[in-house]
């Protein structure tokens, strides 16, 4: 059987009910870039791709073992016991598929128990079902998750040239014609970023050398997080721990900017309060600006690759769509760290972009 025709016959296995030992009714599938995602009942599995890129690699069973192994690992960290374990998918020698069952390991999975999805913070946020009180507890788990965490030990110089590298690498991508994105848009971005670096090297540097960088989650978004007792965060970033080596103001400046996008930036204004008081933080608000910057620019470069996978019509305007409003974002951002109102992003007419002075100074989180 070759590798194709195996993976397919194992996802074939998990998409039905009978491969379960507690019987749910039906099994809803998710497919992302890096793995299938089984929703069973109250159970969830997910199965990672055989597959390598330049920042992961899943193309071994070994490997594979190992990243499952890891991810429960890491987000037991902040999810407790939602991740439940590592299950062995296997296969006897008729040729039939198992959870844990007597024959040969082919693949491993990660087993969690479902949450609650009227509970996640994006849910919860678009039907304004949540205020500043239900996110306190939120902000402080978290605050103590940063003042717990072991520091990273990154030479300042590194860190700077890490940053330096991520605005190239995120720009590489957003810059190709092929995306049909604002030139001046992606163009100012860049150039503001590589700015800010220039210009508050000694602060970004700062950073490193008093110990300010930890070992996170790496990928602190809304629907990330579940507003339970005590409220929980899954889906870190397991598959690459330099992606996890960040500073929290970074990380929590991200949630912050998702939060925003969402109308309920008043989340970001209380964990980072909270964040700032647990962990004596006193950094100064730019800091701020230039992380939410380059998260925006990040995830516009993230949003625009889906056109790779996407390239129906309604998708490829979608996700256009998405690049754009990060891009936008990116802009603000920057332009509160240098406290001016600096360069925006309009519709012209024909429906592009063009670059513009002009704009309202924006330090909030």
Known sequence: ?????ETAAKVAFLS????????????EVIETHMSWVFLAGPEVYKLKKPVRTGFLDFSTLALRRHFCEEEVRLNRRLAGDVYRGVVALTCDTGG??????PGRPVDWLVHSRRLPHERMLDACL??????????????????????????????PGE?????????????????????????????????GLEAFIAEHAALLESRAASGRIVEGHGDLRPEHVCLVDPP????????????????PLDELGFLALECRRLGAAFVGEVVL????????????????????????QLRARLCI?????????????????????????????????????????????????????????????
């Open 305 to 365: 690759a889906h056109l790779d996978d996407h390239p129906a019509p309604p998708r490829v305007a979608h996700w256009r769509e998405q690049a754009e409003d990060y891009l936008r974002h990116a802009l603000a951002a920057l332009a509160s760290a240098r406290g001016t109102a600096g360069v925006g992003v309009r519709k012209t007419d024909d429906g592009g972009q063009k670059t513009e002075r002009g704009g309202r100074k924006n330090r909030g989180a």
């Open 273 to 296: 309060g909270l964040y700032r008081e647990r962990c004596a933080d006193d950094a100064p608000p730019v800091l701020l600006d230039f992380y939410q910057a380059l998260r925006a």
């Open 126 to 155: 678009r039907r304004g079902a949540v205020g500043p009180a239900e996110v306190e507890p939120l902000g402080r788990r978290l605050a103590a998750f940063y003042r717990e965490a072991p520091r990273v030990r990154l030479a």
């Open 96 to 101: 039939d598929l198992a959870l844990d069952g």
């Open 159 to 191: 860190y700077r040239r890490r940053l330096e590298e991520a605005v190239a690498v995120n720009h590489g991508l957003l810059a190709q014609p092929r995306f049909g994105l604002s030139r001046d848009a992606v163009a100012a971005v860049r150039t």
């Open 16 to 27: 039905r009910p009978g491969a379960y030992p507690h019987g749910p009714e039906r099994v």
């Open 1 to 5: 059987m070759n590798a194709v025709v």
């Open 232 to 247: 929980v965060v899954i889906d870190c970033l397991e598959f690459n721990r330099r992606f996890r080596e960040l500073d």
